[in-house]
């Protein structure tokens, strides 16, 4: 196993994980379901968004097929609007690479969290170890106790472009 900050924290947290490793090159939530053999439903990505009110950037949780509604997001925060943030903006504000950004890297870095809300529906969850080529397969429940994210419908399914975990 794969031993990076992550990892550590999660064992320190006592959850319930386990690692998948591949190459570390940059994957989309897609790509990466079908390297597992992953229901792309359970293959969550780390979607950064900024909150103008409040000069504040978010992390969304949202599954594979689906992508951040900044309409929904915005109204699930009680806000006028709210920016989805370029993959090269997202890594200067993480800093961490497009397809290893990981809420749990992010934890202590003052990041507003929310979860679209199929992840009530799931058991284990699949999402970025912090790095490339890295994928924690976690039991939900562990990672809403973790994390405690704000659950709600910001995020609607899309057929276009894949974005990046």
């Known amino acids: 196993m794969v031993k990076n900050n992550v990892t550590r924290f999660l064992s320190a947290k006592k959850a319930d994980f386990e690692t998948l490793e591949s190459e570390p090159i940059k994957r989309s939530a897609l790509e990466n379901a079908a390297l597992f053999g992953l229901d792309p439903a359970i293959v969550y990505k780390s979607i950064i968004c900024f909150n103008p009110a409040h000069e504040k950037y978010l992390i969304c949780l949202v599954p594979g097929p689906y992508e951040v509604n900044p309409k929904k997001l915005a109204q699930v925060l009680g806000e006028k609007k709210v920016f989805v943030t370029s993959q090269k903006e997202a890594e200067k504000i993480t800093g961490l690479e497009a397809g290893g950004i990981s809420p749990f890297a992010l934890i202590?870095?003052?990041?507003?969290?929310?979860?679209?809300?199929?992840?009530?529906?799931?058991?284990?969850?699949?999402?970025?170890?912090?790095?490339?080529?890295?994928?924690?397969?976690?039991?939900?429940?562990?990672?809403?106790?973790?994390?405690?994210?704000?659950?709600?419908?910001?995020?609607?399914?899309?057929?276009?472009?894949?974005?990046?975990?």
């Open 108 to 165: 202590h870095k003052g990041f507003q969290m929310l979860a679209h809300n199929t992840l009530n529906n799931q058991e284990k969850i699949a999402i970025s170890g912090g790095q490339r080529g890295l994928t924690i397969l976690i039991k939900a429940t562990d990672l809403i106790r973790i994390l405690n994210p704000k659950i709600a419908d910001i995020a609607d399914e899309h057929s276009g472009s894949e974005d990046l975990v």
